[in-house]
Antibody, heavy 117, light 111 residues
Framework: QVQLQESGPALVKPSETLSLTCTVS????????WSWIRQPPGKGMEWLGY???????DYNPSLKSRVTMSLDTSKNQFSLKLNSVTTADTAMYYC???????????WGQGTLVTVSS | QSALTQPASVSGYPGQSITIPCTGT?????????VSWYQHHPGKAPKLILY???NRPSGVSYRFSGSKSANTASLTISGLQAEDEADYYC???????????FGGGTKLTVL
């Protein structure tokens, strides 16, 4: 059974960098595609991007200039960094396994990140 | 690109059927049969319940079914049960760099 768990700071100051890690069990991050999705309070979900293979990543164009995703296959983890955050980046952040064409078959429970001074 | 459109809420009585529409455009739902649906109980991990419009993953109840007409995909839940009370989200593949669009979510209340 594949399980994903997000971890990272719950509070980030404006203009700083949001950093989250997703730890995977039951599958290898050297296989498949690994994605980040967020949901601001009271709003719908937004796909942020995905990472795969040896660290190749593809990002949502709306965030491309601020986001970086990476893989650490030795720890079976993948990570998200979002720089220059504002209060608009306050959201529940989810990691998920992306099978194909928008099909996310395993998700973490999510972690709430608040951007505030 | 705008998010897909879902009603904010729907409700139904136990045993009834309900349908949740997910409306996109000719650039996403209208072109691709790559619509997925997710069930989300707050505080838990979202769960994939349908993919490629009509396909159910192993272990998902037959009471969940999907369809598509033009730019609108729909999730139908038959024989409503109390445990179906949750938030439901659709998404669609799109060919541009944005890759995936999600709906705003629909809160299902079982009365």
């Amino acid at each position: 059974q594949v399980q994903l768990q997000e971890s990272g700071p719950a509070l980030v100051k404006p203009s700083e960098t949001l950093s989250l890690t997703c730890t995977v069990s039951g599958d290898s991050t050297s296989r498949d595609n690994w994605s980040w999705i967020r949901q601001p309070p009271g709003k719908g979900m937004e796909w942020l991007g995905y990472v795969y293979g040896r660290g190749t990543a593809d990002y949502n164009p709306s965030l491309k200039s601020r986001v970086t995703m990476s893989l650490d296959t030795s720890k079976n983890q993948f990570s998200l960094k979002l720089n220059s955050v504002t209060t608009a980046d306050t959201a529940m952040y989810y990691c998920a396994r992306l099978i194909s064409y928008g099909k996310f078959d395993c998700w973490g429970q999510g972690t709430l990140v608040t951007v505030s001074s | 690109q705008s998010a897909l459109t879902q009603p904010a809420s729907v409700s139904g009585y136990p045993g009834q059927s309900i349908t949740i529409p997910c409306t996109g455009t000719s650039s996403d739902i209208g072109t691709y049969n790559y619509v997925s649906w997710y069930q989300h109980h707050p505080g838990k991990a979202p769960k994939l319940i349908l993919y490629e419009v009509t396909n159910r993953p192993s272990g998902v109840s037959y009471r969940f079914s999907g369809s598509k007409s033009a730019n609108t995909a729909s999730l139908t839940i038959s024989g409503l049960q109390a445990e179906d009370e949750a938030d439901y989200y659709c998404n669609s593949y799109i060919s541009s760099d944005t890759y995936v669009l999600f709906g705003g979510g629909t809160k299902l209340t079982v009365l």
